[in-house]
């Protein structure tokens, strides 16, 4: 969190009021709760609010002085990433070309899952997009829920 400067971070919140609608979950907050989600691996709204729990006086440094409740987290439209399992069942709806400005993407697919619990659980598109980890010289494959 040491490489995000608050002060440039605030700025840019006041500038695209982003907070002018929050419902007591400020941009900050999400992002820390965001960032925590993507470090500890969790995969549901209850692993970031168990998580978060367990973490909470350790968090006051950065901001976070209460825990977020799971309705609140899920009121956020949180977006998620995570990483697809090698088991599961898909129907491909779209797929998307990448330009030259984000060559590390290798390549952006727009999904359905097709398993008959999979798609009772979550029957709205996903996208699985393909990148190029050049720090690690790897290529990882990621799932989220964000079709933008």
Same mark, same amino acid.
């Given at each position: 969190m040491s490489l995000i400067d608050r002060g440039i971070f605030s700025k840019v919140v006041r500038q695209h009021s982003s907070d002018k609608l929050s419902k007591g979950i400020f941009t900050w907050t999400h992002l820390v709760s965001m960032i925590f989600m993507h470090m500890s691996g969790s995969q549901s709204i209850r692993d970031i609010h168990t998580g978060l729990l367990s973490a909470t006086g350790k968090l006051s440094h950065l901001g976070i002085t209460k825990t977020l409740s799971k309705s609140s987290i899920s009121c956020l439209n949180v977006f998620f990433v995570t990483r697809l399992q090698s088991n599961a069942v898909i129907k491909i709806v779209a797929q998307y070309l990448t330009d030259k400005k984000h060559e590390h993407i290798l390549n952006d697919v727009e999904i359905k899952l097709t398993d008959f619990y999979s798609s009772q659980n979550y029957p709205k598109e +996903?996208?699985?997009?393909?990148?190029?980890?050049? +720090?690690?010289?790897?290529e990882i494959i990621l799932l989220t829920n964000n079709a933008n």
């Open positions: +996903l996208c699985i997009v393909k990148v190029y980890d050049k +720090l690690n010289n790897q």
